[in-house]
Structure formats: structure tokens, C-alpha cells
């Protein structure tokens, strides 16, 4: 099931709420899409993601499913971020998750193996 959702077949249907005042508005299937690829960076253990849909880019809070806002990654450095959900180059309905570094693909159990490390050190 796991695999299903970072491969994009598999949707858990849970909406992603955007703030009021996004200009220019998403619409209702950028708005799906964005669903979809939320799952996608759930499965990988992204908490914060930035999302492509339609060329556009979302920096998205993945566990509170909320839009955080719509940087755009093609003009400027985007920060506090974990991982990105990216449309494919050959195929624009496609899309991969990419976490910085592959060997831990939860930021949570970064984050709890660097608290233990700085607790012993």
C-alpha cells in the first residue's frame, strides 16, 4: 500500500486546504492534483514539501495538509522544505518525490536520531 502511495496510485481523498487570498486562485483539478501529490510526499515522510502542479510551486505543511504558500521556486531559493514533489519532464501529468537524502526518508527519525546523538554527545 505504502509503495502505492508514493507511486501515485493510491489517494487517501483528504482534501489540502489553501489559504484565503492565494492569487492566482488553484483550480478544482490543480486542486486534486495537489491532493494527490500531498499523499506522495506523505508516503516518502516529507512533513514540509514543495509541490509543482501546472508549473506553479506550493510550499505545503504535508501533515497539517494546508498550502503554506505559492513560491516561485523558479526565481528565488526556497527554504524549510524537506523534500519536493516535482512534475516529470517528460510526462506533466506525472510527478516523483524527492527527499534530500535517500539512506533517511523520515525527517521525523532524523530529527529523533539527532536529538538522541546530541543528548550522548
Excluded at 501533515?63 to 516561485?72: E, L
Amino acid at each position: 500500500m505504502l509503495a502505492r502511495a508514493r507511486a501515485g496510485t493510491l489517494r487517501t481523498g483528504l482534501p489540502v486546504r489553501v489559504p484565503l487570498g492565494l492569487h492566482p486562485p488553484i483550480s478544482k483539478s490543480d486542486l486534486d492534483l495537489l491532493s494527490k501529490r500531498t499523499d506522495m510526499a506523505q508516503a516518502e515522510g516529507i512533513r514540509r514539501a514543495l509541490i509543482e502542479v501546472a508549473g506553479r510551486t506550493y510550499r505545503v505543511d504535508v501533515d497539517r495538509r494546508t498550502v503554506i504558500d505559492a513560491p516561485d521556486a523558479h526565481k528565488t531559493a526556497v527554504g524549510e522544505i524537506d523534500g519536493a514533489v516535482l512534475e516529470g519532464v517528460s510526462d506533466a501529468g506525472s510527478a516523483e518525490a524527492i527527499v534530500p537524502a535517500r539512506i533517511v526518508r523520515n525527517a521525523s527519525l532524523l530529527d529523533a536520531l539527532v536529538s538522541v546523538l546530541q543528548d550522548a554527545g
